[in-house]
């Protein structure tokens, strides 16, 4: 099997004056090496927690020092942002320049976009940023660059698309997503179906609500032993790799869905257009040319999953020209309430909602009604 001796050598010579990123690395080959089995699952689910606590300390810098990114800090303007990320020269400042008609310096050489200009669509209704985010390649998750501030504001997107380059795609996607996956973003999932609850006494608890092919009791405790934790309920309630345990206690992790644009489509054939049309989350188009940017603001629209509503105001038609939108998760007549003012909440009796949301046209919902895209929403206020 494997010599813990061995590993604990390795990383105690590093830990006196190697840094972060040697032992990362180190512990990665440690992986590399590991065969895959049964007997060695804890011990590569201890490995895996190390890392994520490496990968943490990385991006998140202990000291208060200066870590401010010169011009990186992007005032959250519009209802939603989404993020652009590629290589260099996969045309993604074409893409966004003539998405947005925001000009930004576009060169064929690496790291030209640094300062982020936003450009700012405005899409059924929607004020949407797109932002470039640049230099998430290789070496930034190492505190190269300007990598820090990029990710900090990666994360905050509602979206991310990543641009790749037709005729060269799997591998730039591949080394794109182990970027973001090590910056502790999760595209195209949710999050993991764990209930992880730490406690005073009585040892771990782990419960398997569907039989596990990867995680067991032994695992599971050399995983939480790596943060320190010896009493703590966990319970599975989906199959669940090591990675999801520990995304779970980690827990700064963000689940951003994101779409890949393969650009460059008029240097292949309409045959291989046909494959490409059938990879999940994928949009082919010609930044250039603008092909097929209506399908890609389509399936931004999807992915974005915001709720536009109308307000009526007494009297009046519905003012369909500026729609206040709200967030997925965050839909209630009472968020509603909030986005037009601050203090319409203490003074509601009720609201009419024509849509949707409602059986009758309209009806009276008081402040926790859920409403749906393209609501009328009319505020009856107590005299």
């Known amino acids: 099997g494997i010599n813990l001796t061995q590993v604990e050598a390795v990383v105690s010579t590093q830990s006196t004056g190697a840094t972060l990123v040697d032992k990362i690395k180190a512990i990665e080959d440690e992986m590399a090496k590991t065969q895959k089995n049964k007997a060695t699952s804890a011990h590569l689910g201890m490995l895996k927690a190390k890392l994520a606590k490496y990968k943490r300390e990385l991006i998140t810098p202990k000291s208060g020092g200066a870590a401010t990114g010169e011009g990186f800090d992007v005032a959250k303007t519009g209802d939603a942002r989404i993020g652009f990320v590629g290589f260099p020269s996969v045309g993604k400042s074409t893409l966004l320049s003539n998405l947005a008609g925001v000009y930004s310096e576009v060169a064929a050489y690496e790291f030209t976009t640094l300062t982020t200009v936003p450009g700012v669509i405005r899409y059924k209704g929607a004020k949407i940023q797109l932002l470039d985010l640049p230099g998430i390649i290789e070496g930034a998750k190492d505190g190269k660059g300007r990598g820090r501030q990029v990710i900090a504001v990666a994360r905050t997107c509602k979206l991310i698309f990543i641009v790749l380059d037709v005729l060269k795609p799997l591998g730039d996607?591949?080394?794109?997503?182990?970027?973001?996956?090590?910056?502790?973003?999760?595209?195209?999932?949710?999050?993991?179906?764990i209930t992880f609850?730490?406690?005073e006494k009585g040892g771990i608890n782990l419960t398997q609500v569907v039989p596990q092919s990867e995680l067991?009791?032994?695992?599971?405790k050399q995983i939480l032993g790596e943060y320190r934790i010896s009493n703590a309920d966990v319970v599975l309630k989906e199959d669940s790799s090591?990675?999801?345990?520990?995304?779970?206690?980690?827990?700064?992790?963000?689940?951003?869905?994101?779409?890949?644009?393969?650009?460059?489509?008029?240097?292949?054939s309409i045959e291989?257009?046909?494959?490409?049309?059938?990879?999940?989350?994928?949009?082919?188009?010609?930044?250039?040319?603008?092909?097929?940017?209506?399908?890609?603001?389509?399936?931004?629209?999807?992915?974005?999953n915001l709720t536009r509503i109308y307000t009526k105001p007494k009297g009046?038609?519905?003012?369909?020209?500026?729609?206040?939108?709200?967030?997925?998760d965050n839909r209630t007549i009472e968020t509603f309430c909030n986005s037009l003012h601050k203090g319409i909440l203490k003074d509601l009796k009720y609201a009419l909602v024509w849509g949707s949301s409602v059986k009758y046209q309209p009806q009276r919902v008081g402040k926790e009604h859920i409403l749906g895209d393209e609501d009328i929403v009319q505020v009856i206020k107590k005299h």
């Open 173 to 193: 996607k591949a080394i794109i997503e182990k970027e973001l996956e090590g910056f502790g973003i999760r595209l195209n999932k949710s999050p993991p179906n």
């Open 242 to 268: 090591c990675d999801d345990l520990i995304d779970v206690i980690e827990g700064n992790r963000v689940y951003i869905p994101c779409i890949y644009v393969l650009n460059k489509i008029d240097q292949i």
């Open 316 to 328: 009046q038609l519905p003012d369909f020209n500026a729609p206040v939108v709200l967030k997925e």
């Open 216 to 220: 067991d009791l032994d695992s599971v």
């Open 272 to 304: 291989e257009l046909d494959i490409i049309y059938k990879i999940p989350h994928c949009v082919p188009l010609s930044a250039h040319h603008k092909w097929n940017f209506d399908d890609l603001l389509e399936k931004m629209w999807e992915y974005l």
């Open 197 to 199: 609850r730490k406690k």
